[in-house]
């Protein structure tokens, strides 16, 4: 066995040593195809007036590690670019589309007027007569800060702002197409980056109110824009923002409204100190009536080298090949979006057409800084088909535009499963219940525990879940001690019928049920805790409950429990304890087995669940440990109480009770 251990290690070792040679290899590939295609990674400013996007935006090259395997050539690519195989197309089916605003008219200087309630503040600009941003004022920005949250800040565009097709990209030989759940290269143009509509809008002093804001702006083309911004009321939640825009035609002619989109706004970038996990929950998401779709930030991020597919920064100890898509885009034929969201691991905008659905989605990657550094980001629109307004006809698109918390309760509120945004995973349901769950025994812990009062809950739930699998995780103890007692006759059964496996199986069976033991009881309490596990983990790395709570030394249970770094290493004191449990635990269980390797592989358990757990939330190795220690505590009392002594074993007799 132990040749085997270090036959293992070699091979180990060796796999390193290829993989790091791999490595280098692929970042001189990555360095070489710079140096050949300088016009893909020139450097571009992260966004200009004139463009509504990064002046590079058109240039997704080829992607060996998209799996699509095709080619996209960029406006401005050489005539030896490799050509995309499918044929050339024209999303939307129209020849004509309206005319974007002139530059001037949307660099000139623009007024904001704020709307507020308790819980945030929306800045409304004269540019383009949409949301500059929205401030979560009862949400800080970062621990320890009083700064509040504000979400599309420093974004690009603003959000709702209306944009057409630009003209600009006509020269594009073909554009990435965002199919189920992967970008693939498409032959024609799709004139995205789209270009702002409106330039400078006026306040409508007449309408505006103070609890609505109105704003008129019109285009070169003759249409009137009338757009209406209002916060929720009453029994509405406190960050819906309503909106309405009503278009005039008052033009001599029919003008085409089948391409307009509505900008949802930037996400948050994340912090530089942010668990890499965050980036799974960094995208913009949609949904068509029967599934959620995710457009992740890591497509618009290097890739980790050998690891394709996988963003670079996940590691940060891997080489990055180039950036290779700056956008994805996507037509739905026939419309049937019913919401789109820009989100990120705690919070989300969300946007909600009434009475229509859109008919595609445009993605961008936002580089933004964040605390002095930069980090990408994404941005979105949703693409509307309102077909063809004639001469002095009117059209009106009301919208509800969520900017808040992801927190399950608000957003399930909403309907058409918003909930969705939430990205519970398999074990949704069972996220859903621990998060009611917990959320319930939060409203009798605060009043009594304060300021650590989900530290608490989570302890009490720790103690409710233990109590339910209590019967469950008896079996298994006591099972386990009768395994350990019948090593012997078991070994010689083994032994005996070693060329008659049918026989050797009949004969365990009787001495399992002589002695009453239950083969599967190991299994019997993953049959609820392992689903919890997961749900748990989920839950608490995507909902905002968690977020900057604390308990004990923890400053953020949605985080690790990191008290110091010792070489860039992040010291974390939880699941050190959690391994510590573990240890003790097994001390106290009975071996299951005699065989030696399996005993060996036992005793590795503890470290490799700490390698596991190590940089998971520490509200979950807070439920985790505690699990740990009644489970300690349930061995004990077991092991003591009078009817959990096994049975005498055959050859081995309890000694009589003194009198």
Not at 473 to 487: D, H, L, N, P, W
Not at 577 to 587: A, D
Request: neutral net charge; glycine residues 8%.
């Amino acid at each position: 066995m132990d040749k085997k251990f270090t036959i293992l290690g070699i091979l180990c070792i060796v796999a390193a040593i290829v993989l790091g040679i791999h490595s280098v290899h692929q970042q001189q590939k990555a360095d070489q195809y710079k140096k050949d295609h300088p016009e893909l990674f020139a450097q571009q400013p992260a966004a200009t007036a004139g463009t509504g996007g990064p002046a590079a935006t058109a240039a997704p090259a080829a992607d060996s590690g998209s799996g699509t395997g095709a080619a996209v050539a960029p406006a401005n690519a050489t005539a030896t670019a490799p050509a995309p195989a499918p044929a050339p197309i024209t999303p939307g089916g129209a020849a004509e589309w309206l005319t974007p605003a002139s530059a001037a008219s949307r660099t000139a200087p623009a007024a904001t007027r704020e709307l507020s309630n308790d819980f945030i503040t929306v800045t409304l600009t004269e540019n383009g007569g949409a949301i500059q941003s929205v401030t979560l004022k009862q949400v800080l920005a970062h621990y320890n800060s009083k700064d509040p949250l504000i979400f599309n800040a420093n974004a690009p565009e603003p959000a709702l702002l209306f944009s057409v097709p630009d003209p600009a990209r006509d020269g594009d030989a073909a554009y990435w197409s965002w199919t189920g759940s992967k970008a693939t290269a498409v032959s024609g143009s799709a004139r995205v980056p789209p270009a702002p509509l409106l330039g400078h809008c006026e306040i409508d002093q007449n309408l505006t109110t103070a609890t609505s804001v109105t704003f008129r702006g019109t285009t070169t083309d003759g249409l009137e824009f009338t757009r209406t911004y209002t916060l929720g009321s009453g029994d509405e939640d406190p960050y819906v923002i309503h909106h309405t825009t009503t278009i005039v035609n008052h033009s001599e002619k029919s003008l085409p409204l089948n391409r307009l989109f509505v900008g949802v706004g930037m996400a948050p970038p994340p912090s530089p100190e942010a668990s890499s996990i965050s980036l799974y929950y960094l995208d913009f998401a949609y949904f068509n009536g029967e599934a959620a779709g995710f457009v992740t930030v890591s497509e618009f991020m290097p890739k980790a080298a050998p690891l394709y597919g996988i963003p670079a920064k996940l590691f940060g100890v891997l080489n990055g090949t180039p950036k290779q898509k700056d956008y994805v885009y996507a037509e739905h034929t026939p419309p049937d979006l019913q919401w789109v969201s820009v989100k990120d691991q705690f919070f989300a905008a969300v946007l909600t057409p009434k009475e229509i659905k859109g008919s595609g989605f445009y993605v961008r990657g936002v580089d933004a800084k964040n605390e002095g550094q930069a980090e990408t980001t994404v941005s979105g629109d949703l693409e509307f088909n309102l077909g063809v307004l004639p001469a002095g006809a009117q059209k009106q698109l009301a919208l509800d535009y969520y900017v808040g918390p992801k927190n399950y309760v608000k957003l399930d509120k909403l309907g058409d499963h918003q909930d969705l945004i939430m990205q519970f995973g398999m074990f949704g349901g069972f996220s859903k219940i621990l998060l009611v769950t917990l959320v319930a025994i939060h409203t009798f812990i605060a009043p009594l525990t304060g300021t650590w009062a989900w530290g608490f809950t989570i302890i009490v739930f720790t103690i409710i879940i233990k109590g339910v699998t209590w019967p469950l995780t008896a079996i298994q103890v006591r099972s386990g001690r009768r395994m350990q007692e019948i090593q012997a006759p078991l070994k010689a059964l083994k032994e005996k019928y070693k060329d008659n496996p049918q026989k050797m199986n009949t004969e365990m069976m009787e001495l399992y049920k002589k002695h009453k033991i239950n083969p599967l009881a190991g299994c019997l309490p993953l049959l609820i805790t392992f689903p919890i596990f997961i749900a748990f983990n989920s839950m608490l790395r995507t909902s905002s409950e968690m977020r900057f709570q604390p308990f004990l030394w923890i400053h953020d249970l949605s985080q690790p429990d990191t008290i110091a770094h010792l070489g860039g290493f992040a010291i974390n004191i939880l699941p050190l304890l959690m391994g510590l449990t573990m240890l003790v635990q097994m001390h106290m269980m009975p071996a299951p087995s005699a065989d030696a390797a399996q005993a060996r592989i036992m005793k590795f358990m503890p470290l490799l669940f700490l390698g596991f757990f190590y940089t998971m939330p520490s509200g979950m190795i807070l439920y985790w440990t505690c699990q740990n220690l009644f489970t300690i505590l349930q061995q004990y009392v077991t092991k003591v109480r009078k009817e959990d002594r096994t049975p005498a074993v055959a050859g081995h007799h309890p000694k009589a009770k003194r009198r």
